[in-house]
């Protein structure tokens, strides 16, 4: 009897995931950074996570992660699976740094598990990687000298 609860709430968990990672996304494909279908990406996304994370937690005898830490690992996974050159990176890149950042702006108010831990450290080492492969790219000189450049006043109108 109780399995049908635990089950209802294992999927009401990941449509809140789902939800909430869709809206990161949507964000995304609005400035260009990615394309798709948000909804279709975000419920494929978590599928995913859920079922790959399965090999290693067995959710009848734990609990169910947070959200966000849920959608962070979601998008972090995505980020591995993607190609140096995939353009995609960037926006699933700074959807991760949104997650992140609210996640531990709020990390009394989320009361995390020893698991969403887990989770949220996996996906902040994978931003790390990212940022460091980014970091001797001549583009990121480029944009770092237009910034200097910005800071120092000279504005163009």
């Not at 959710?59 to 995505?78: F, N, S």
Request: hydrophobic share 40%; charged share 25%.
């Amino acid at each position: 009897m109780f399995g049908i609860f635990r089950g209802a709430g294992i999927q009401l968990r990941k449509a809140e995931a789902a939800s909430a990672l869709e809206n990161l996304i949507k964000m995304q494909v609005a400035v260009g950074n990615l394309e798709g279908n948000p909804s279709q990406m975000a419920n494929s996304m978590i599928s995913e996570t859920w079922a790959q994370s399965k090999k290693h937690v067995d959710w009848r005898k734990t609990e169910r992660p947070h959200k966000v830490a849920l959608v962070a690992l979601a998008l972090a996974e995505r980020i591995e699976k993607s190609g140096e050159n995939d353009f995609s990176t960037l926006g699933y890149g700074i959807a991760l740094g949104t997650v992140l950042n609210t996640a531990y702006r709020n990390r009394d108010s989320f009361n995390f598990s020893r698991l969403d831990d887990l989770m949220l450290s996996k996906a902040a080492n994978t931003q790390t990687k990212e940022v460091e492969k980014l970091a001797g790219r001549p583009i990121v000189e480029e944009l770092k000298s237009i910034l200097a450049a910005d800071k120092g006043g000279n504005h163009e109108s």
